[in-house]
């Protein structure tokens, strides 16, 4: 029996995500699956329309096996940070393959640049020097590679920071590809698979949804964006003394933040006040996400993955999970003195926030949904 990664934002779910699983029932037939879940915010620092609840059962109900936590604290970081701990994670749990989408759908192009990112000695500092030239680090990336493909797009970017993740922890993991048949940054097409951008955009739009999610994520959406916590942002912001010790308030930009709070009225307003050429849309709004739950660079630089939350699984899950638990090398109950613990009971109070609705049960209780 293969073992098959996944991991996934579902923010929300939808008819793209169940083609990912049919391609790999479709190649590997007799394959378990194993997601790793990123849960109340995403990688590029927005609040999820899914609770990590719901998510889990929604995965549940489409073929995936077990389901495993992603912590907030490595969630809402970087696509190396981000890709790291969810290779280890997945490694825990003794997978041997990882099957991602990708727009260009080549993993040798992406093996190569691991390789160039790995073994070339100059490339570190290359990176160092486009930066501090004024360039974002995708460009700055590119630029260090010094390669012509085009690797700018972000299911290829996560790609290679898995790949180097398993290189890195040498892990046995096989990656592979599924070529992505929608535009991440695209709103306006009407296909059946779109992007979950585009189905943000609908969801807000007040437009149906039926045509691109299946009914039992449908019922779960909610309509939120970061907006919905700007004010407790703003409060944070003018009554916090120090802005600097939280986790991506670098360079100075702390006072451009309490320069412009006053004059701007939603998050993407203040995003673009203090945006800089250096500073990407993502980075400040995975900045501004720290400071309102606030995640400190040293709570962040002394944490450590000390547990593997199970989030959810099947009657197939369970038999693997009892089968391999005396392998797992790391608790699969939390620790609840932990700084990944602390932090994921503060995304899940904060979520509550958005959506005016207690739900912190499931990660108080850490009780496993099983299916």
């Known amino acids: 029996m293969n073992i098959i990664g996944i991991i996934a934002e579902y923010n929300p779910f939808h008819n793209g995500h169940i083609y990912h699983i049919e391609k790999i029932k479709e ?6 699956i194993i997601l790793v879940l990123n849960g109340y915010f995403t990688e590029r620092g927005i609040i999820s329309v899914l609770s ?13 096996d077990i389901v495993l936590e992603l912590p907030f604290i490595y969630g809402t970081q970087s696509s190396d940070i981000f890709g790291f701990y969810s290779i280890k994670i997945l490694n825990e749990l003794k997978v041997d393959h990882i099957i991602f989408g990708s727009e260009s759908n080549n993993i040798d192009l992406l093996n190569k640049v691991v390789d160039i990112q790995l073994n070339n000695p100059d490339y570190e500092s290359n990176v160092k020097k486009y ?8 460009t700055a990336m590119k630029k260090a590679l010094n390669i012509e493909e085009d690797i700018s797009n972000p299911n290829d970017l996560l790609g290679i920071s898995y790949i180097k993740a398993i ?16 535009n991440y940054h695209d709103i306006l097409s009407n296909d059946e698979i779109i992007s ?7 969801m807000h739009n007040e437009e149906s949804l039926e045509k691109y999610l299946p009914s039992n994520a449908i019922l779960y959406l909610h309509n939120i964006t970061n907006d919905s916590l700007f004010n407790l942002l703003k409060f944070k912001i003018l009554t916090d003394k120090d802005l600097s010790i939280y986790l991506d308030v670098d360079e100075g930009i702390e006072y451009r933040i309490l320069k412009y709070i006053n004059f701007s009225h939603s998050f993407d307003e203040l995003i673009s006040n203090i945006k800089t050429k250096r500073y990407t849309y993502n980075k ?10 606030g995640l400190t660079k040293e709570d962040n630089q ?40 602390k932090y994921e009971l503060k995304a899940a109070y904060l979520y509550e926030q958005a959506i005016h609705k207690s739900l912190n049960n499931f990660d108080i209780k850490n009780i496993p949904i099983q299916k």
């Open 27 to 32: 190649k590997y037939p007799n394959s378990l």
């Open 52 to 64: 990590k609840e719901d998510k889990t059962k929604i995965a549940l109900d489409n073929k995936v």
């Open 131 to 138: 930066l501090s030239d004024g360039n974002n680090y995708p």
């Open 167 to 182: 290189r890195k922890i040498n892990s046995k993991i096989i990656p592979e590809t599924i070529k992505r048949t929608n």
């Open 196 to 202: 979950a951008t585009n189905i943000r955009e609908k």
């Open 284 to 293: 400040i709004n995975r900045m501004l996400i720290h400071i309102l739950i």
């Open 302 to 341: 002394n944490t450590k993955l000390d547990y593997i939350k199970i989030l959810g699984f099947n009657s197939n899950g369970q038999q693997y999970l009892n089968k391999i638990r005396k392998d797992i090398t790391l608790p699969t109950t939390p620790n609840k003195d932990s700084l990944i613990y």
